[in-house]
């Protein structure tokens, strides 16, 4: 199918060498969710992954030329005709081994955490948040980058300081967070909530840049902004419809994860190209 040697095979993509400093990312339509790729594909997941990421790559290229920064997006078309709308050739990066997340509101995880300590990790938080709480600030709350078949286990920003430095950690904390409420404002203007998301970060001649996927479904909460409302969990337009539904199904996470029923992957389909439609602006094709 493609004429390249493969890298690697992560949970949803499939990583090719497309030359000495590039690298060509594919994206299938496998979903991943508690850590674990479910064994029912999502059509199109993988060009939606695709197309939102480029796209957002052209709207977060300021926020990263303040930093001094850039983006691993080479080309989204120069790719091999059978991954056309799935492939992105990027940059060669050396990665980083920290997953920057950042949150604006309170959910998943991060409640359950709160409601035990107060806080997530380091970071303090005011009394009387629930499910769904607007935080005052966005906060940065970063996990450990996991080997497939692994677990991501939240840390605290000293331990991101002894792992990139601390110089470098800082650049990460402002970055994640820079980038975060530049995509929280053009969600809003959509119409969305981007509760928090991840990114991650490598550097090339000794400099950040911004990789893998950008603010999708796949690495973000999107909620309907009309109506969120803090108390309980949100409809969204994201994959914790799907982690919900394994939830219900009784599934244990430790075994096999059971078959999507086509009622749910239709559902999921139609959550993830309103995301994309709704962001964009755009009919996805």
């Known amino acids: 199918m493609i004429d ?8 949803v993509r499939e990583v090719y060498d497309a030359g000495p400093d590039r ?4 994206a299938s339509d496998r979903i991943s969710a508690y850590d ?29 030329a303040q930093f001094g920064a850039t983006h691993h997006l080479v080309s989204a078309t120069d790719v091999p005709p059978a991954v056309d709308g799935r492939a992105m050739l990027v940059r060669r990066l050396e990665m980083l081994p920290v997953e920057c997340v950042a949150r604006g ?24 948040l629930v499910e769904g709480s607007q935080l005052p600030a966005p906060v940065f709350t970063p996990s450990t980058k996991a080997e497939l078949g692994e677990h991501d286990e939240p840390i605290d920003f000293p331990r991101v300081v002894s792992l990139v430095g601390a110089e470098r950690a800082e650049e990460l ?39 893998d996927e950008v603010l999708t479904p796949d690495s973000s909460r999107f909620w309907p902004a009309s109506s969120w409302a803090p108390g309980s969990v949100q409809p969204s337009y994201d994959k914790q419809f799907v982690r919900d539904w394994l939830t219900s199904s009784g599934w244990d996470r430790a075994s096999e994860p059971p078959e999507l029923p086509d009622d749910v992957v239709a559902a999921t389909r139609e959550r ?5 439609e709704r962001l964009t602006g755009t ?3």
Not at 23 to 26: A, R
Request: avoid cysteine; glycine fraction near 10%.
């Open 23 to 26: 690298l060509l990312l594919v």
């Open 105 to 128: 509101y309170l959910s998943g995880g991060g409640t359950a955490e709160y409601e035990r300590t107060g806080s997530i990790r380091d970071v303090v938080l005011p009394a009387g």
């Open 4 to 11: 390249l040697p493969l890298v690697a095979r992560g949970k």
């Open 36 to 64: 674990w790729v479910l064994p029912t594909p999502i059509p199109d997941k993988g060009r939606v992954l695709t197309q939102l990421s480029v796209w957002w790559f052209d709207q977060l290229a300021p926020v990263l």
């Open 272 to 276: 993830y190209v309103t995301a994309y």
């Open 283 to 285: 009919p996805f094709t």
């Open 173 to 211: 904390r402002e970055l994640t967070l820079a980038l975060y409420r530049r995509g929280a404002e053009i969600a809003r203007d959509a119409g969305i909530v981007l509760a928090d998301t991840k990114f991650e970060f490598g550097l090339a001649d000794g400099s950040l840049v911004l990789g």
